[in-house]
């Protein structure tokens, strides 16, 4: 059994990580009011700077670190789409739905889908919802976990790989129950400031060792005698088309499409992502935290593009395709590289705290609106105690972490990237028509919303259970890999066909409703969505 360092260094980082993240989470989560306020949104205390950096720590999931590294360390140009998309994705998310939400809702994206509806239809249609896409970015995080920790210790038995995945989701739940969204706020704090210092540091290395040259880097990758000619499937032709554009994508062209099309508008139907705005007193700190976190978040995927061509220059393809976790190991392997076991440990380590930083964001964010959007205004129809909803929102916690274990050791080894684009293409289906009609359409009534809702996030989770993205390919009896039978939906990211399906159906139930949207509600979130005033108020009518 190979082990890549030394598992005793490795093991003894990553306890240091959780021990000093969880002090920090009962520290400042001390002397919090035990009230559904502060539970969700840590009493919306935190500056600009602060949420921004909290912000990025939630945005730059696994996927941004290991998933994009790897993908870039294989796929060379077709890699650096990912993170081109993710990127634009939070400009489009900024310009569109961040402050205007904010400054309508109060807790979570239902109280503005809900704000000039009937509460109970929509509410229940955007907490399912939520849960949908934060089980789906769960997988992606869980099955970054086991990659990771496999590769660390070397433990190729699958059994042991769940035993860490389960760990994961334990520690997970811990900061959640403890801290609520105070605490993961500081972790997330924490975490974002490791992994920009540890990818600039990293970023820096790789230079250095190439002159400072990104000519030289380029051209180290392409003529690495390391590099498989045949990686996951996918043939090079010969290294000197490593670099061509489209080598991966030019064969499916509308499935690239499709994966483009969710990778842009995803972010903006996040809702793990949009709750973060309501952590900030004001709209102008709101703004604030929003340029700290695109300058942060582009620096970042600067990092990405360097780290995953030094990968590829340094490492290789052949040993990182032959590591526990593939593509995604990437970004530890090279760190193994430039700086030994400690480095490499170190680096691992802020992997881990990234992966627990962004499942616990995730868990808060599906507990929240579970108990705040499902639980208080469905069943007890705005009336329940805040206490009890806040201890509903804990149990929702401790449910939604025994899911997200059992989904992540079914996932376990499938690329994090391509996991996160799935998770972007139910968001941007189920929630992004909906926000964006309730927020610019003056028509838009509660038939359109549900109607909207529902087929988006219906037809996005069907295409994707039936699309060569999770029906994989099958080899007959020859060895020759054939399509799966039930790979009845061609293209293996379903957005090209749900997003126009969402926004369709939303029309259509506007239209064929009888109720007319309310004109004093609507008058009112105008106001508020573009000034502010009023957003810290309830919501329910």
Excluded: C
Aim: charged letters at 10%.
């Amino acid at each position: 059994m190979q082990t890549y360092g030394n598992s005793i260094i490795n093991i003894s980082i990553f306890a240091a990580f959780v021990l000093i993240t969880l002090i920090v989470v009962i520290g400042v989560t001390r002397n919090s009011e035990k009230k559904s306020g502060a539970f969700y949104t840590g009493g919306a205390s935190f500056s600009g700077r602060q949420n921004g950096l909290a912000i990025t720590g939630d945005y730059l999931s696994a996927a941004s670190f290991l998933g994009v590294t790897g993908a870039i360390a294989i796929y060379t140009y077709d890699g650096l789409l990912y993170a081109l998309g993710f990127f634009v994705a939070w400009v489009v998310a900024l310009y569109l739905v961040a402050e205007p939400l904010r400054n309508t809702g109060q807790y979570t994206m239902a109280d503005v889908l809900s704000f000039r509806m009937n509460q109970r239809p929509v509410r229940t249609a955007a907490a399912l919802s939520t849960l949908a896409v934060s089980f789906f970015y769960l997988l992606a995080q869980m099955a970054g976990a086991g990659g990771l920790v496999a590769l660390l210790l070397g433990v190729t038995d699958p059994l042991w790989q769940s035993g860490v995945i389960a760990l994961v989701g334990v520690v997970m739940i811990v900061y959640v129950l403890i801290g609520g969204m105070k605490g993961t706020t500081w972790v997330q704090m924490i975490k974002a400031t490791l992994l920009i210092l540890g990818g600039a540091v990293m970023t820096f290395w790789v230079l250095a060792k190439f002159g400072f040259s990104f000519t030289d880097l380029v051209n180290g990758a392409v003529t690495n005698p390391n590099n498989a000619k045949t990686v996951a499937g996918f043939k090079w032709a010969d290294a000197a088309h490593m670099l061509d554009p489209m080598a991966k994508y030019g064969k499916d062209p509308v499935s690239f499409i499709s994966l483009s099309i969710a990778l842009v508008l995803g972010t903006a139907g996040l809702p793990h992502v949009l709750m973060r705005f309501y952590t900030v007193p004001t709209a102008k700190e709101a703004r604030r935290s929003a340029v700290w976190a695109i300058a942060l978040i582009g620096l970042f995927y600067l990092f990405t593009l360097v780290l995953g061509l030094g990968a590829t220059a340094l490492v290789g393809m052949d040993t990182i395709m032959g590591a526990p976790g593939k593509e995604n190991s990437a970004a530890p392997l090279l760190a193994l590289a430039l700086g030994g076991e400690v480095l490499m440990g170190i680096i691992s380590g802020i992997a881990f705290a990234t992966i627990l930083a962004v499942v616990a964001g995730l868990t808060i964010t599906a507990s929240a609106s579970f108990a705040h959007d499902f639980y208080n205004s469905v069943l007890k129809k705005g009336k329940a105690d805040p206490a009890q909803e806040v201890k509903v929102a804990r149990t929702t916690a401790v449910v939604i972490g025994v899911i997200a274990i059992i989904g992540g050791i079914a996932v376990n080894g499938q690329n994090i990237a391509f996991l996160i684009s799935l998770a972007f293409a139910v968001a941007a289906s189920a929630n992004l028509p909906s926000i964006l009609m309730t927020l610019y359409w003056k028509k838009f009534n509660t038939r359109g919303s549900v109607a909207s809702i529902y087929t988006g996030l219906i037809s996005s989770v069907v295409l994707i259970v039936f699309s060569p993205a999770v029906m994989l390919p099958l080899k007959n009896a020859a060895g020759v890999a054939v399509a799966h039978p039930l790979a009845l939906f061609p293209l293996t990211n379903p957005a090209l066909v749900t997003i126009p399906l969402a926004f369709l159906a939303g029309w259509i139930g506007t239209i064929t409703s009888k109720q007319p949207a309310d004109a004093d509600l609507q008058a009112e979130m105008e106001v508020r969505s573009m000034t502010g005033a009023g957003a810290a108020e309830a919501v329910a009518h």
